[in-house]
């Protein structure tokens, strides 16, 4: 058929026309980027005032030696990383720091895992077990450690009487350097356990339940199904998490202060807690410097290693 010479030349000119309001529509304005700076600024201010400064001031520090103020007083460039470096005192800190993490970060996410896979199940009564795992959130880290303290007194504690009831040796839970680890390490988990759970509950309660019917049909069993449907598809929740477990073990300090304050014989004397010793009890900013920035070059490391090796196991 043919077409006629108005309608060959409505065609173009529609199009022309949507182009043309296309572009009025999507077109920025001279003044918009006044309002982008308007809404950005706050923003950028306070980051500046309170994360950018303070980096560029740490890595300058880190370069000089300081007075008691931390006024800087002579540069001596990389000598205090290396003096870090090859100290005993601060690879003994870094290998506990190493330990502590490592445990923190696998005992969270494990346990987390099975408490939600099983809060997941349509049980009686089970919102109350939800409520109690997810309860830790609501903790603040000084009651954390009172209860704690509470627990492992070696006196009147809860775990000294079971000890005694069963006629088990007495641990001295704080005083002891390889308990004063575990006790730590069992408290920060059971303070990051709440946040843990609440987001794997929430992923796994989002898997299509149609995949578990379907396993169901083929026989497949619990574990089976957990393995093979439930982590796949929770995979980047649980990137997420780790990302985020190992950078909040690394910054731990409140506990540490309120139960151990690094001892016995700096058997919990993580890094931030040296970096904290080291700057208000010592006076020593430029060490204290050249450990923020180590720690903060360490935590990097780790995450883009997360990046490089979990990534790949993420089911999108």
Do not use: C
């Amino acid at each position: 058929m043919l077409k006629s010479p108005a309608s060959s030349q409505t065609k173009p000119l529609a199009v022309n026309q949507t182009k043309q309001r296309t572009k009025t529509t999507f077109a920025l304005n001279a003044k918009d980027k006044y309002y982008a700076w308007i809404f950005l600024g706050p923003s950028l201010l306070i980051l500046s005032v309170f994360i950018f400064y303070p980096m560029i001031k740490t890595l300058y520090l880190s370069l000089f030696l300081t007075n008691t103020v931390g006024k800087p007083t002579v540069f001596v460039g990389l000598s205090n990383y290396i003096s870090l470096l090859t100290s005993a005192d601060y690879l003994s800190s870094l290998g506990v720091t190493m330990v502590y993490v490592f445990a923190v970060t696998i005992l969270t996410i494990a346990i987390g895992l099975v408490l939600a896979n099983y809060a997941s199940k349509e049980l009686a009564g089970i919102g109350i077990f939800r409520t109690l795992f997810s309860a830790t959130m609501g903790v603040s880290v000084s009651v954390a450690a009172i209860f704690w303290l509470f627990i492992f007194n070696p006196s009147t504690g809860f775990l000294s009487l079971i000890s005694t009831w069963l006629h088990l040796p007495q641990i001295g839970w704080l005083t002891d350097p390889t308990a004063a680890m575990i006790a730590v390490t069992i408290t920060t988990v059971w303070m990051n356990l709440g946040f843990t759970f609440l987001i794997l509950l929430g992923a796994i309660q989002s898997v299509p339940t149609t995949l578990y019917e379907a396993a169901n049909v083929e026989g497949a069993s619990p574990r089976y199904q957990f393995l093979h449907i439930t982590i796949p598809m929770i995979s980047p929740t649980l990137f997420f998490v780790s990302i985020i477990t190992l950078i909040e073990a690394f910054k731990s300090f409140g506990l540490i202060d309120l139960m151990t304050k690094g001892g016995p014989t700096n058997a919990t004397n993580m890094l931030v807690y040296r970096i904290y010793k080291d700057a208000f009890y010592s006076g020593n900013f430029a060490q204290a410097s050249a450990e923020s920035i180590i720690l903060t070059a360490i935590i990097a490391l780790f995450t883009w290693l997360q990046f490089k090796v979990l990534e790949k196991r993420v089911n999108y």
